[in-house]
């Protein structure tokens, strides 16, 4: 029997109604589960009369609180569920709430949305609402009320995959262990034990490949549905609601320049790691190993030691980060250590009425683990520098700038690993940053590309999986795979974006370049970049994709003429590394 999932922090500390944004329009006292409480609220919005320009503010800021405080009711379940997968009472609520709100908020959010623009006075609100009329006419155009069950039928099969995931375990010297807790061992010296541990990793995985298999099946249709009801095609109607400023042909652009730019020097990094190692060839269980044959960097080993030495780099780096994380540390806004039960994965989540950032991820003590929490860490800065924004769509950027924060804040803060290793310990964790730059580029490539294929053409599982196999030998690492074919066939199921977030996954390419022009400009003046980072942070959603970037100091551009010269300063520093 399964013990109750006990409160976390955050729900003691991160008390509603905020008492810096107090509630003026929902009640202080309010049931956000029950859809006959809140009702009442939603039907005044509808049929308030805005005789004047005033009237019209008053009702957006209305609207904007009972939009927060539900948004904040529904990430609550939703952190809840993915932090205990198996508690059926946590379950129930995340349903429910799926099931029961998220249907009922639907065709009430189009009729304000129409009754937003439909008002004469709408063209002379300030400018800082433009980016959101621009949001809520593409919300016009592509509702309709007949995707409502369908995209209800969609999160729960979401939520099948986090129970599905979150459930894999291995047996392990006598213990159980999730397929993250056994992740380390795939970094030790010993080529044995690191491929016994990488078999039964891929074996508890290939144990779902049926289930999940069928799982996107059933999401597929449901997508391609979804889009044929607005008369659209799935590739289409993704780029018009994720609000892209670039078209697929840029997307295509992005993976010819890395195939040309970045898989060689990712290749090329391989052949060496193979020749230190003294290997024929390398396999699957060769590729996180040190190669000279030291043990795995080990900077932690409790969360408590992890969230300590990364506040002591936000000191070093900058006082007014290290006082935005303290709100995170203090108010017990993360969830860091990996457990049995708890869905895979890392995040950041908006608590949207009491404008806090929560941090999930699953930590086992690995170098990557202090990279995690510095990047989710970069999240939570975007969110809280932008929180004082009166309208919510303005707190949040467009999510290739968002994930610009995170990344740019990897390569900042890596230049205080001393608060972890030894100096050489240091070097040789940048190094491995610098190598995990040569490897989500092209990865980024492969399930970018192989999203475009699967939405624009109808095939059948094994035509996906041949389609998968070939991008696979057009980015993928030089490794022999003979005896290993089917684990490879199957190698996308642990990518998660895919079956939950179709098509979200060509923003970390994007962001990639942002995050390594903010680096490349630290190099020359950190303070500058430090302080132009900070600024495109604040502008929250108010300006677009291109101006964002120029904010922070950087251009928005796919090309190879951009990702060349950034990969060649990222390759220096790794020669250097060495």
């Known amino acids: ?13 991160a008390k509603r109604p905020s008492t810096l944004y107090p509630r003026r329009f929902v009640p202080q006292e309010i049931d956000l589960g029950d ?18 320009a005033h009237a ?46 998220d249907p009922e908020l639907a065709p ?60 894999q375990t291995v047996e392990w010297e006598g213990e159980t262990k999730t397929l993250s807790q056994l ?48 008369g659209l095609e799935f590739v289409d109607y993704t780029f018009q609601n994720n609000l892209r400023d670039y078209t697929p042909k840029e997307c295509f652009d992005f993976h010819a320049a890395v195939e040309k730019a970045v898989v060689p020097v990712y290749r090329e990094a391989l052949e060496g790691h193979r020749r230190a190692l003294g290997l024929e060839t390398l396999r699957p269980w060769d590729l996180n190993c040190d190669s000279h044959g030291r043990v795995p960097l080990k900077p932690f080993k409790t969360s408590e ?46 608590l949207t009425e009491t404008r806090l950032p929560f941090i999930f991820m699953n930590s086992v003590g690995l170098n990557q683990d202090v990279f995690t929490l510095l990047h989710e860490a970069g999240h939570a800065f975007h969110y809280l520098l932008a929180r004082d924004e009166a309208l919510p769509f303005n707190r949040h950027a467009v999510m290739e700038f968002c994930e610009v924060a995170s990344m740019s804040m990897e390569r900042l803060g890596a230049k205080h690993l001393e608060i972890f290793y030894g100096r050489e310990e240091a070097r040789r964790a940048i190094r491995a940053e610098d190598e995990e730059v040569f490897r989500i580029l092209p990865w980024v490539a492969t399930i970018d590309a192989f999203q475009h294929w ?30 290993l074919e089917e684990y490879r066939a199957h190698a996308w199921h642990r990518q998660l974006h895919i079956f939950e977030y179709p098509f979200y996954y060509i923003e970390y390419g994007i962001a990639q370049l942002g995050a390594l022009q903010v680096w490349k400009r630290s190099l020359d003046n950190p303070t500058e970049a430090l302080s132009l980072y900070k600024l495109a942070l604040s502008l929250g959603g108010t300006r677009g994709l291109a101006e964002l970037f120029a904010a922070a100091g950087g251009k928005f551009d ?11 300063a990222v390759r220096a520093e790794w020669a250097a590394a060495v």
């Open 1 to 13: 029997m399964i013990a109750p999932a006990p409160k976390l922090a955050w729900q003691q500390t």
């Open 35 to 52: 859809w006959d409480a809140q009702k009442p609220l939603w039907d005044e919005l509808q049929k308030r009369p805005l005789p004047d």
């Open 56 to 101: 019209l503010k008053q009702w957006i800021a209305d609207w904007s609180e009972i939009s927060d405080a539900v948004g904040e009711e529904s990430a609550r379940r939703y952190i809840e569920m993915t932090c205990y997968t198996q508690d059926k009472t946590i379950e129930a609520a995340y349903l429910h709430f799926v099931e029961k709100i």
């Open 108 to 167: 009430i959010g189009d009729a304000l949305n129409r009754k937003l623009i439909a008002h004469p006075d709408t063209v002379h609100l300030p400018e800082d609402h433009a980016k959101w009329i621009t949001a809520v006419k593409s919300g016009i155009e592509l509702y309709r009320e007949e995707n409502i069950p369908l995209y209800t039928e969609l999160t729960k099969l979401s939520n099948e995959y986090q129970k599905i995931t979150g459930s």
């Open 183 to 230: 992740s380390p061992i795939l970094q030790e010296p010993d080529r044995e034990k690191r491929e016994k541990a990488w078999r039964a990793i891929a074996a508890r995985r290939l144990q779902d490949r049926d289930a999940l298999d069928a799982l996107y099946d059933q999401m597929l249709v449901l997508r391609k549905k979804v889009a044929a009801n607005v």
């Open 305 to 350: 030691e992890l969230v300590a030495g990364v506040d002591t780099i936000f000191a070093k780096l900058d006082p007014e980060l290290r006082e935005l994380f303290s709100v995170l540390r203090d108010g017990g806004l993360m969830d860091l250590e990996n457990r049995v039960g708890k869905a895979p994965g890392g995040y950041q989540s908006s």
């Open 454 to 483: 699967i939405y624009t053409h109808d095939h059948t599982p094994a035509q996906r999986t041949q389609f998968w196999l070939d991008l696979d030998a057009r980015f993928g690492p030089n490794i022999d795979w003979s005896g």
């Open 558 to 568: 796919m090309t190879e003429a951009t990702i060349r010269p950034l990969i060649e």
